[in-house]
């Protein structure tokens, strides 16, 4: 089995070395082409026409659509169905209102629990995709069910807000940007009609994050620059919580500076939200894991954005992620090391760095085009050892 968009030279590779191991210079030779035309065709460096690749089909016993990258073979993996069951949930499908409403205390707990599988579980999205749909039906109907009792109401619309930021990050990792933009929406909606000014700018920064997906750094930006400016007050009354939702929110801008390549716009904001993170501490205030580490991480990923890949191994080095409280932030920290040792052609440290990920997140190394793009450039190009083991790392993770 092999991934739908799996490149023409991949798939080939993976058919010779699958059917019978069959060496490149004899597939080559009864195809008629050389040796070093067919490695470079698995290499992704040369296009075949359509009758070398009718022939190499021929000689492997495959059909000439299993070669071809843009054909959708039966044994691909199926899409997520979690997704309807979301959407369902999102369209409004869920109790009748005559049924009686979660209570409160149950409905924070289960938000709650919701928010740490996600933040810890290795299985995350498959634990998500089981819970979210019943959860969102819930916290709806507890809103509506609420609506003439103005202290309940508030407090299931606070329910509301936590739950929608969670889908948010689920939606967005699971492709669905423009769901990931509808449950930002409504986040933004039930933290000001709970009149809750926390809340209001976690929403901020959870629809910053939708837009820096969709490549809209500048509104990013333009979202938690208004959002901090609202906190400001707060901030200087010396709340707290206020003032590391606004470090998490300076943390935005940062990200927005170097999606437009402003690397020293990008280290200057950085050097203000550490600033904060030393007030602060250590924290997740409104799930955003927001502190030192996390602002250090975030130095690194700018590193690694601006091509000084040496630079930003010398800051990884000296960052230990074992407080973290986020199982996805120390996944893309590992992720981002792994990408500079692949900008290095340091193959080795690339697998072994691959290889924790697995260990970490599979089903985030699955979900991942980065982590996807580093396995499929070590089968083309590191040594026959190396590659073995990420081909047969790619094949744990349905890539293959």
């Not at 109790?95 to 938000?111: A, G, K, M």
């Not at 606070?158 to 739950?163: E, I, K, Q, S």
């Not at 423009?178 to 986040?187: F, I, K, N, T, V």
């Not at 190396?386 to 349905?398: C, I, K, M, S, Y």
Request: glycine letters at 4%; aromatic letters at 4%; hydrophobic letters at 45%.
């Amino acid at each position: 089995m092999v991934a739908p968009d799996l490149p023409i030279g991949d798939r080939i590779r993976h058919y010779r070395q699958t059917r019978g191991n069959r060496r490149q210079d004899v597939i080559a030779g009864l195809v008629g082409i050389t040796p070093d035309y067919l490695s470079q065709i698995e290499r992704g460096l040369k296009t075949p026409t359509v009758q070398v690749l009718h022939a190499i089909a021929k000689e492997l016993g495959v059909p000439t659509a299993a070669l071809l990258s843009e054909a959708a073979l039966p044994a691909a993996a199926p899409a997520d169905s979690s997704e309807p069951a979301i959407s369902r949930a999102l369209m409004g499908y869920g109790p009748p209102r005559s049924t009686d409403p979660t209570p409160l205390p149950i409905l924070r707990e289960r938000v709650e629990q919701a928010w740490r599988s996600w933040q810890t579980s290795p299985t995350r999205f498959t634990d998500a995709a089981v819970t979210l749909p019943d959860l969102i039906a819930d916290v709806e109907h507890t809103v509506r069910a609420h609506r003439s009792e103005p202290a309940p109401h508030r407090d299931a619309l606070r329910c509301a807000a936590d739950l929608y930021f969670l889908l948010r990050s689920y939606l967005r990792r699971t492709g669905r940007v423009d769901l990931s933009l509808m449950a930002a929406d409504r986040a933004v909606r039930a933290a000001e009609d709970a009149d809750d000014p926390l809340r209001i700018a976690a929403a901020q920064w959870n629809l910053g994050h939708v837009l820096l997906a969709a490549d809209e750094a500048e509104g990013a930006e333009q979202v938690a620059t208004r959002a901090a400016a609202d906190l400001a007050p707060r901030v200087a009354a010396h709340d707290a919580e206020s003032d590391a939702m606004a470090g998490a929110l300076k943390l935005v801008t940062v990200v927005a500076a170097t999606r437009r390549r402003d690397w020293w716009t990008a280290r200057d904001r950085l050097n203000e939200t550490r600033d904060i993170a030393r007030r602060t501490g250590e924290g997740n205030v409104m799930w955003t894991v927001y502190g030192p580490t996390n602002v250090e991480l975030h130095r690194v990923s700018i590193e690694m954005e601006a091509g000084e890949a040496g630079e930003a191994l010398r800051m990884a080095d000296a960052i230990d992620t074992s407080e973290l409280p986020s199982r996805e932030r120390e996944f893309t920290f590992t992720l981002e090391v792994a990408r500079c040792y692949d900008l290095r052609r340091e193959d080795a440290s690339v697998l072994l760095s691959l290889l924790e990920l697995e260990q970490l997140a599979p089903e985030d190394l699955a979900r991942q085009p980065l982590a996807r793009d580093m396995l499929l450039g070590l089968v083309r190009r590191a040594r026959a050892m190396h590659a073995r083991q990420a081909e047969a790392l790619a094949v744990r993770l349905g890539l293959l």
